[in-house]
């Protein structure tokens, strides 16, 4: 793994945003090049799927598992602009548990407006069922590579409501009206948003006549079964080993997911190695 990314590590600020408010903004984190093959790798995923799917132009694509399609979203996993702030957040003991790419066109010329209450909600499913504490344990946060720009709400920026991430349940107006806190995110093409799963968050509505496009990769604890298929093994011989810990291989079986050994993590050695053992939380 690059130790470049050790020159990327959470900053004061991001900490402080990522606790209080549930996420942050990196700008600039794909340069021209790199942005480039990930949006190609993008529009050849839609062009494949969106038959298979049975969509028209206009209606959106949310493709999980797009980890596998393509080498350009595997460099991503651990780049060096991104992966040291997901390791000061969660550290070491860590894998991908989920990708996926959503695009989203804009509508048909002269279709009226949709209306009603954006799609709200925090991630992972049973998680916000099974786990009995209030506020619950954050266990997972995503990485969301912003593909095209979301300067403007109409392009379906993602929306957040900060700090919901220490709430279980909100109270929402009664005139199916949006949440008074809600508020788009604003981005530019490269960007990175970071958010805790926790976070109340929805995708905005894409009223514009540009495509939204924006890969999201989810990172959590190893004892957490994926959310996806994780359709990887195809990457695995050619991976080093940190990249392998990150798509879920255990080389002691099952017992290295919950008890890991140094041979189960060595993104713990790593940063031994780099940052010396008493940077790193045990």
């Known amino acids: 793994m690059d130790a470049a990314c050790l020159n ?5 600020e991001e900490r402080r945003s990522f606790d209080e408010e549930g996420y942050f903004v990196v700008r600039d984190v794909l340069p021209p090049a790199t942005l480039a093959r990930v949006v190609d790798a993008a529009d050849r995923l839609y062009v494949a799927y969106r038959p298979r799917y049975g ?3 206009h209606e959106r694509l949310n493709h999980l598992d797009c980890i596998g399609f393509d080498q350009a979203f595997l460099e991503l996993i651990d780049w060096p602009r991104t992966f040291a702030k997901v390791i000061d957040i ?4 860590i894998q991908l548990y989920h990708s996926h790419l959503i695009i989203t066109p804009g509508p048909p010329p002269g279709d009226p407006l949709p209306t009603g209450r954006l799609g709200w909600h925090q991630d992972s499913g049973r998680l916000n069922i099974d786990f009995e504490t209030d506020p619950r344990p954050r266990v997972s946060l995503k990485v969301a590579f912003v593909l095209t720009d979301i300067e403007t709400p109409d392009r379906g920026s993602t929306h957040v409501i900060p ?3 220490r709430f279980n349940k909100l109270e929402w107006p009664t005139d199916d009206a949006e949440h008074p806190d809600a508020m788009p995110v604003r981005a530019r093409a490269g960007d990175a948003l970071f958010f805790d799963r926790r976070l109340w968050h929805a995708s905005g509505r894409n009223v514009s006549r540009f495509t939204r496009k924006m890969l999201f990769l989810g990172y959590s604890y190893r004892w957490l079964r994926p959310r996806d298929d994780m359709t990887v093994e195809h990457y695995l011989e050619d991976a080093d080993p940190i990249r392998r810990q990150l798509l879920g291989f255990s080389p002691t079986g099952g017992m290295g997911y919950t008890s ?3 041979e189960d993590v060595p993104l ?3 940063l031994e190695q780099h940052l010396g053992e008493s940077a790193v939380i045990a």
């Open 90 to 93: 969660l550290g070491w003991h």
């Open 8 to 12: 990327h590590r959470l900053t004061d």
């Open 260 to 262: 890991p050994t140094d």
């Open 55 to 57: 969509l028209n132009a």
């Open 163 to 165: 700090g919901s991430h």
């Open 268 to 270: 713990k050695g790593w």
